[in-house]
């Protein structure tokens, strides 16, 4: 790093620091801690002492010619090492130095290590952690406070915002508002709104969450909720498609529905009345939700069957046509058909059954 950037940046988490109530701005959170305790109390505390306090006369060594533990709760000169350093003696231990503590490398993993450091820090008095983070330019990272999305609200306009993760780049803060991720920098002062790819392996991590958000979504819903047009060989895979009876190109894709269930495929159909409660399909829909045969009544709904839909659109199941819409709207649908795939990939529009098909299926 250039060194006057980097003077720059120590500048600013000092200020940082001080702005902050005392306390506040340590690289871990509370849940560290409290996950840290109960791994300390298991492994550690026979040793260090419940609260990372023992032994008092840390410097004098015992009757075997060995030092005893020292007290990790800021009062020796555990605040000498930086973070890494720490780590590899509990990684370690010291038995290789001819020292007394075993390591713990099978029996903890890294964000275990890391919670166990959070539990005997949090003993730290500010003073000595300050002078700690001064040294090894450790900087702040709770995210949970300050509440780092607050700029963000304000700039938008809305009180909620998913709760910012930290992604695979240190400093770097996911958080979603409706289908649209937005990564928070700088403790959120700076935001980006785009997709997040790992050049190395061409895994667009962004589309990863989005996919995830979809899968969660619709996931939940049970198969008798929707329409279903099962494959007619063994299944390879789901297509899950928000559909209006009243759009033409819903109606082409319904005609070719036979070729995807012979290749394998199942299709799903989620109601999106796409006017919302006063577009063309809404009571159609709710007809069709209405059915005892949904899947027999949206065919009837779409022309590719001859019946009659039931009389009732005011029927309990119906309410999921409404469930339906809000579920799109969520999704960032904004015109039908939208067709999702079986890992939450989304395809808009129409697209002809010869080249969904492998599509779909070179997917797997
Ligand atoms: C069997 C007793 C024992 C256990 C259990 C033990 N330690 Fe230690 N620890 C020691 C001793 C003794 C030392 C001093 C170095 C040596 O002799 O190995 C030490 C040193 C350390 C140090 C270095 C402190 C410094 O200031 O340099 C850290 C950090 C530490 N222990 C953390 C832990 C953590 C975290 C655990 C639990 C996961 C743990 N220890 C479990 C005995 C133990």
């Not at 002062?189 to 785009?194: A, K």
């Not at 962004?206 to 494959?231: G, K």
């Not at 960032?332 to 395809?347: A, K, N, V």
Request: contains cysteine; proline residues 6%; glycine residues 10%.
């Amino acid at each position: 790093m250039n060194k006057t950037i980097k003077l720059l940046l120590i500048i600013g988490l000092m200020s940082l620091t001080q702005a902050l109530p005392a306390g506040e701005a340590r690289w871990y959170n509370t849940e560290q801690v409290k996950q840290g305790n109960l791994l300390f109390q298991q492994n550690c505390a026979v040793c260090h002492g419940a609260n990372a306090e023992l032994v008092k006369n840390w410097k004098q060594k015992g009757i075997d010619g060995k030092y005893p533990p020292p007290p990790l709760n800021g009062s020796a000169h555990t605040w000498h090492h930086p973070l890494d350093q720490l780590k590899k003696t509990i990684r370690q231990g010291g038995v290789q130095i001819g020292g007394l503590m075993p390591p713990f490398s099978a029996l903890l993993n890294e964000a275990e290590m890391d919670a166990v450091i959070a539990y005997f820090q949090s003993k730290w008095p500010d003073q000595t952690y300050a002078k700690w983070a001064d040294r090894f330019e450790v900087a702040a990272t709770d995210p949970g406070q300050p509440d780092i999305t607050q700029l963000l609200k304000l700039r938008l306009g809305i009180n909620e915002l998913a709760t910012p993760v930290e992604t695979e780049v240190k400093g770097v803060y996911q958080t979603r508002f409706g289908n649209k991720f937005a990564y928070l920098i700088e403790n959120g002062r700076y935001v980006f709104i785009g997709d997040m790819v790992d050049l190395q392996n061409g895994r667009n991590l962004t589309e990863l969450s989005r996919r995830e958000v979809v899968n969660q979504e619709l996931s939940v819903v049970p198969a008798s909720s929707l329409a279903v047009f099962p494959a007619l060989a063994s299944e390879k895979t789901i297509l899950n498609v928000f559909t209006d009876t009243s759009c033409p190109y819903c109606r082409k894709l319904h005609e070719e529905i036979g070729f995807l269930q012979e290749a394998g495929i199942t299709v799903r159909y989620f109601p999106y009345p796409r006017g919302g409660s006063k577009g063309p399909g809404y009571q159609t829909l709710k007809q069709v939700w209405c059915a005892d045969d949904k899947a027999e009544a949206m065919s009837i709904a779409k022309g590719t069957k001859v019946g009659d839909l039931p009389d009732t659109s005011d029927c309990a199941e119906a309410s999921f046509v409404d469930e339906g819409f809000e579920m799109g709207k969520r999704l960032g649908i904004t015109g039908t058909p939208s067709l999702f795939t079986e890992d939450g990939g989304r395809i808009v529009g129409y697209m002809p059954y010869k080249e969904l098909i492998p599509k779909l299926l070179n997917n797997l």
